[in-house]
């Protein structure tokens, strides 16, 4: 493999070989190259990662159509956990060599090293292993901000989760619970469906066999949800205003089906004084984050601990695992929609 000049020691790391294609750029464009590894700057840490996790992002990101932040890394990659390598100056918290930690990234999580302000790292609860913990940081932290910072869910309110069955979709099924709200929830196959409901959703709907609006509207006798979160877009605006309650709120994260709206979007949603929430976590500011990172620590993380010590327990769903030199498979596996869960990709060995 080809390696970087440096005077720094070099490290793995995935990048998108841009060019590869003109257009489309396929699993396979992704190559494994020696690159400098990383110094923590003032405030930051440097983590080895044992395990990332792969997201929707970064499929998008590979095909060219989600780039990274301004001065974030190329690398790909939007969580990861592993243990402290060293410690940044200026650093306030007391981080020690080996603590295991997860962390939110903006980018370089399919690596052996990666800086990482020190706002948005967690410790890893306990009885998490590390590839159970890289399963977390973005799926389970977008779903907390769509739930709490976003839609302001509330106790007893009806919460309509699309694609239940994915990383951020099993983790607000569980979200929305904590909250004492009411979780539904749509997906593509029975087992998907099960899955959910096995995690607490009360009602599920194949979205491929039947009309959600009208099951939504049956299972609230009419009334709706009164929170969706909607990572489909363009071919799920009429049902979603159809099944939507009256001063409900939709909330945006994704456009799987397509950005285009076609009709009378604007006067169905007025008519129900309706709220179109848009969101993405990944262009937020640092402060943002760490806000997000301290609520998602102080709320959610302690029900991660022992499933005996606490009555809403909560769990990272994990569909599969792959090397990091398989990561071209793990991409293909996620735009086949095959996963349940997350899918980890182990970057090394833990020690």
Known sequence: MRKLCSSRPIFNAFIVSMGYRCFVWGPESMLLRNVPRPLPEHGEVLIRVHATALNRADTLQRKGLYPAPPGESEVLGLEAAGTVASVGPGVRQCWRLGDRVMT?????GYAE?????????????????????????EAWLTAFQLLHFVAQVKEGEIVLVHAGASG????AVQLVRLAGAIPIVTA?????????????????FNYKHEDFAEKVSDFTAGRGANVILDCIGGSNWERNVACLATDGRWV?????GGKTVTGDILGKLLSKRGQLLCSLLRSRSL???????RAFSERALPHFSDPTSSPCHLRPVIDSMF??????DAHRHMEANRNTGKIVINVMNPQ
């Open 104 to 108: 939110l990234l903006s980018g370089g």
């Open 113 to 137: 090293y990666v800086a990482v302000p020190e706002e948005l790292i967690m410790s890893i609860p306990t009885h998490l292993t590390v590839y159970q913990a890289a399963a977390i940081p």
């Open 168 to 171: 951020v979709g099993t983790a």
């Open 188 to 204: 593509g196959s029975s087992e998907k469906l099960q899955m959910a409901e096995t995690l607490g959703a009360a009602a599920g």
């Open 252 to 256: 945006l994260y994704g456009l799987m």
């Open 287 to 293: 402060q943002y984050k760490a806000d997000l990172v």
């Open 323 to 328: 090397s990091l030199d398989q990561v071209a």
